[in-house]
Protein backbone atom coordinates (compact mmCIF):
# COMPACT_ATOMS: atom_id res chain seq x y z
CA UNK A 1 0.00 0.00 0.00
CA UNK A 2 1.21 3.40 -0.60
CA UNK A 3 0.43 6.68 1.80
CA UNK A 4 1.50 10.22 1.05
CA UNK A 5 2.70 12.93 3.43
CA UNK A 6 2.54 16.87 2.74
CA UNK A 7 4.71 18.20 5.27
CA UNK A 8 2.95 22.04 5.54
CA UNK A 9 -0.43 22.33 6.13
CA UNK A 10 -0.40 26.08 5.37
CA UNK A 11 2.67 27.57 3.80
CA UNK A 12 2.34 31.74 3.67
CA UNK A 13 4.70 33.41 0.82
CA UNK A 14 4.78 37.37 -0.52
CA UNK A 15 4.54 37.87 -3.92
CA UNK A 16 7.51 37.05 -6.46
CA UNK A 17 9.05 34.93 -3.47
CA UNK A 18 10.25 31.47 -4.63
CA UNK A 19 8.13 28.50 -3.16
CA UNK A 20 9.05 25.27 -2.30
CA UNK A 21 5.63 22.76 -1.03
CA UNK A 22 7.22 19.25 0.46
CA UNK A 23 5.58 15.82 -0.61
CA UNK A 24 6.68 12.62 0.74
CA UNK A 25 5.85 8.82 0.16
CA UNK A 26 6.14 5.54 1.05
CA UNK A 27 5.81 2.79 -1.07
CA UNK A 28 7.57 -1.04 -1.41
CA UNK A 29 6.24 -1.20 -5.09
CA UNK A 30 7.21 1.30 -8.57
CA UNK A 31 4.66 4.53 -8.61
CA UNK A 32 3.51 7.37 -10.46
CA UNK A 33 3.36 10.92 -8.80
CA UNK A 34 1.44 13.48 -9.15
CA UNK A 35 0.57 17.28 -8.09
CA UNK A 36 -2.87 18.56 -8.29
CA UNK A 37 -3.87 22.05 -7.40
CA UNK A 38 -7.63 22.84 -6.10
CA UNK A 39 -9.10 26.91 -6.37
CA UNK A 40 -11.22 27.89 -3.86
CA UNK A 41 -15.19 25.93 -5.12
CA UNK A 42 -13.58 24.24 -8.25
CA UNK A 43 -12.46 20.92 -8.68
CA UNK A 44 -8.72 19.73 -9.11
CA UNK A 45 -6.46 20.40 -11.77
CA UNK A 46 -3.42 18.49 -12.80
CA UNK A 47 -0.27 20.16 -12.45
CA UNK A 48 2.12 18.21 -13.43
CA UNK A 49 3.17 14.14 -12.91
CA UNK A 50 5.98 11.74 -13.05
CA UNK A 51 5.81 8.53 -14.27
CA UNK A 52 9.22 7.40 -15.60
CA UNK A 53 12.04 8.89 -16.85
CA UNK A 54 13.68 12.62 -16.01
CA UNK A 55 13.26 13.49 -12.26
CA UNK A 56 12.65 16.80 -13.32
CA UNK A 57 9.06 17.48 -14.30
CA UNK A 58 7.96 20.60 -15.73
CA UNK A 59 4.05 21.40 -14.97
CA UNK A 60 1.85 24.32 -16.14
CA UNK A 61 1.75 27.96 -14.54
CA UNK A 62 5.49 27.88 -14.13
CA UNK A 63 6.27 24.47 -11.51
CA UNK A 64 8.27 21.92 -11.49
CA UNK A 65 8.62 19.24 -8.97
CA UNK A 66 11.59 16.83 -8.55
CA UNK A 67 11.41 13.01 -8.33
CA UNK A 68 13.75 11.72 -5.76
CA UNK A 69 13.58 7.82 -5.11
CA UNK A 70 16.42 8.03 -2.36
CA UNK A 71 14.48 10.23 -0.11
CA UNK A 72 10.73 9.34 -1.16
CA UNK A 73 10.03 12.83 -2.21
CA UNK A 74 8.37 14.70 -4.63
CA UNK A 75 8.44 18.65 -3.99
CA UNK A 76 6.94 21.37 -5.62
CA UNK A 77 8.88 24.50 -6.51
CA UNK A 78 8.09 27.25 -7.93
CA UNK A 79 11.16 30.75 -8.62
CA UNK A 80 8.33 32.78 -8.49
CA UNK A 81 4.53 32.83 -7.38
CA UNK A 82 1.37 35.30 -8.49
CA UNK A 83 -1.22 36.19 -6.48
CA UNK A 84 -3.18 33.79 -8.48
CA UNK A 85 -1.28 30.58 -7.28
CA UNK A 86 -3.36 30.88 -3.84
CA UNK A 87 -4.89 27.61 -4.20
CA UNK A 88 -4.20 24.12 -2.07
CA UNK A 89 -2.19 21.79 -3.61
CA UNK A 90 -2.41 18.26 -2.99
CA UNK A 91 0.48 15.72 -3.95
CA UNK A 92 -0.74 11.78 -4.64
CA UNK A 93 0.56 8.75 -5.62
CA UNK A 94 -0.29 5.59 -7.18
CA UNK A 95 1.45 2.01 -8.27
CA UNK A 96 2.06 1.45 -11.94
CA UNK A 97 -0.88 -1.34 -11.91
CA UNK A 98 -3.34 1.12 -11.72
CA UNK A 99 -6.89 1.82 -9.74
CA UNK A 100 -6.31 3.52 -6.66
CA UNK A 101 -4.75 6.92 -6.24
CA UNK A 102 -3.88 8.14 -2.88
CA UNK A 103 -3.60 11.76 -2.50
CA UNK A 104 -1.95 13.64 0.80
CA UNK A 105 -3.38 15.88 3.14
CA UNK A 106 -2.82 18.86 0.84
CA UNK A 107 -1.33 22.31 1.34
CA UNK A 108 -2.80 25.88 1.43
CA UNK A 109 -0.78 28.22 -0.28
CA UNK A 110 -1.62 31.96 0.26
CA UNK A 111 0.44 34.43 -1.53
CA UNK A 112 0.63 37.86 -0.36
CA UNK A 113 0.97 41.14 -1.94
CA UNK B 1 -16.46 20.81 -24.05
CA UNK B 2 -15.08 17.82 -22.44
CA UNK B 3 -16.40 17.96 -18.94
CA UNK B 4 -17.31 16.06 -15.73
CA UNK B 5 -20.51 16.84 -14.53
CA UNK B 6 -22.12 16.38 -10.96
CA UNK B 7 -25.16 16.52 -9.61
CA UNK B 8 -26.72 18.15 -7.28
CA UNK B 9 -23.71 20.87 -6.67
CA UNK B 10 -25.11 21.50 -3.05
CA UNK B 11 -27.40 19.32 -0.82
CA UNK B 12 -28.95 19.42 2.46
CA UNK B 13 -30.95 16.69 3.88
CA UNK B 14 -31.48 14.52 7.05
CA UNK B 15 -30.23 11.15 8.21
CA UNK B 16 -31.54 8.03 6.75
CA UNK B 17 -33.09 9.54 3.75
CA UNK B 18 -31.75 7.99 0.76
CA UNK B 19 -29.97 10.24 -1.69
CA UNK B 20 -27.63 9.76 -5.11
CA UNK B 21 -25.06 12.04 -6.82
CA UNK B 22 -24.73 11.77 -10.20
CA UNK B 23 -21.66 11.74 -12.15
CA UNK B 24 -21.12 12.08 -15.72
CA UNK B 25 -18.40 12.30 -18.02
CA UNK B 26 -18.47 13.33 -21.86
CA UNK B 27 -14.90 12.07 -22.79
CA UNK B 28 -15.51 8.64 -23.14
CA UNK B 29 -13.39 7.62 -20.30
CA UNK B 30 -13.09 4.19 -18.93
CA UNK B 31 -12.02 5.05 -15.47
CA UNK B 32 -14.13 6.88 -13.20
CA UNK B 33 -14.00 7.50 -9.35
CA UNK B 34 -15.50 9.24 -6.26
CA UNK B 35 -13.54 11.15 -3.63
CA UNK B 36 -14.53 12.34 -0.51
CA UNK B 37 -12.90 16.01 0.52
CA UNK B 38 -12.73 16.37 4.12
CA UNK B 39 -10.59 18.99 5.91
CA UNK B 40 -6.84 17.94 7.20
CA UNK B 41 -7.39 14.69 5.39
CA UNK B 42 -6.96 15.25 1.45
CA UNK B 43 -9.40 13.51 -0.45
CA UNK B 44 -9.65 9.67 -0.02
CA UNK B 45 -10.76 7.48 -2.56
CA UNK B 46 -14.55 5.81 -1.97
CA UNK B 47 -15.02 3.64 -4.74
CA UNK B 48 -13.54 2.80 -8.42
CA UNK B 49 -14.30 1.88 -11.58
CA UNK B 50 -12.41 0.17 -14.61
CA UNK B 51 -14.65 -0.45 -16.72
CA UNK B 52 -18.44 -0.73 -16.97
CA UNK B 53 -20.13 -3.60 -14.96
CA UNK B 54 -16.78 -3.16 -12.91
CA UNK B 55 -16.22 -1.45 -9.61
CA UNK B 56 -14.32 -1.44 -6.84
CA UNK B 57 -13.47 -0.89 -3.18
CA UNK B 58 -11.53 2.55 -2.23
CA UNK B 59 -10.39 3.24 0.92
CA UNK B 60 -13.41 4.67 2.88
CA UNK B 61 -16.68 2.56 1.11
CA UNK B 62 -18.52 2.13 4.25
CA UNK B 63 -22.21 3.54 4.07
CA UNK B 64 -21.84 4.39 -0.15
CA UNK B 65 -22.58 2.10 -2.78
CA UNK B 66 -21.96 2.59 -6.55
CA UNK B 67 -23.05 1.31 -10.01
CA UNK B 68 -21.73 1.70 -13.34
CA UNK B 69 -24.67 0.71 -15.82
CA UNK B 70 -23.11 2.70 -18.86
CA UNK B 71 -19.48 3.96 -19.69
CA UNK B 72 -20.63 8.04 -19.18
CA UNK B 73 -22.27 7.27 -15.38
CA UNK B 74 -21.03 6.84 -11.99
CA UNK B 75 -23.51 7.56 -9.43
CA UNK B 76 -23.11 7.71 -6.32
CA UNK B 77 -25.72 6.06 -3.51
CA UNK B 78 -25.61 6.81 0.02
CA UNK B 79 -28.79 4.08 0.94
CA UNK B 80 -29.04 5.34 4.77
CA UNK B 81 -26.87 8.83 4.78
CA UNK B 82 -25.89 9.70 8.46
CA UNK B 83 -24.25 13.18 10.07
CA UNK B 84 -20.10 11.33 8.95
CA UNK B 85 -21.09 11.75 5.85
CA UNK B 86 -21.05 15.54 5.34
CA UNK B 87 -18.70 16.56 3.46
CA UNK B 88 -17.45 17.71 -0.06
CA UNK B 89 -17.94 15.06 -2.80
CA UNK B 90 -15.49 14.64 -6.09
CA UNK B 91 -15.98 12.36 -9.15
CA UNK B 92 -13.41 12.38 -11.65
CA UNK B 93 -12.55 10.38 -14.86
CA UNK B 94 -9.58 9.41 -16.57
CA UNK B 95 -9.01 7.96 -20.33
CA UNK B 96 -7.33 4.64 -18.87
CA UNK B 97 -7.54 1.78 -17.29
CA UNK B 98 -4.03 3.06 -15.48
CA UNK B 99 -3.50 5.28 -13.59
CA UNK B 100 -0.57 7.28 -15.19
CA UNK B 101 -3.65 8.99 -16.63
CA UNK B 102 -4.35 12.38 -15.19
CA UNK B 103 -7.70 12.42 -13.47
CA UNK B 104 -10.57 14.82 -14.73
CA UNK B 105 -12.68 16.17 -11.84
CA UNK B 106 -15.76 17.07 -11.16
CA UNK B 107 -16.67 20.76 -9.65
CA UNK B 108 -17.24 18.90 -6.40
CA UNK B 109 -21.03 18.45 -4.62
CA UNK B 110 -21.22 19.73 -0.84
CA UNK B 111 -23.51 17.14 1.11
CA UNK B 112 -24.72 17.93 4.78
CA UNK B 113 -26.38 15.65 6.41
CA UNK B 114 -28.46 16.89 9.47
Known amino acids: AQSVTQLDSQVPVFEEAPVELRCNYSSSVSVYLFWYVQYPNQGLQLLLK??????LVKGINGFEAEFNKSQTSFHLRKPSVHISDTAEYFC???????????FGQGTELSVKP | EAQVTQNPRYLITVTGKKLTVTCSQN?????MSWYRQDPGLGLRQIYY???????DKGDVPEGYKVSRKEKRNFPLILESPSPNQTSLYFCASSPERNSNQPQHFGDGTRLSIL
Open chain 1, 50 to 55: YLSGST
Open chain 1, 92 to 102: AVSDIWGGKLI
Open chain 2, 49 to 55: SMNVEVT
Open chain 2, 27 to 31: MNHEY
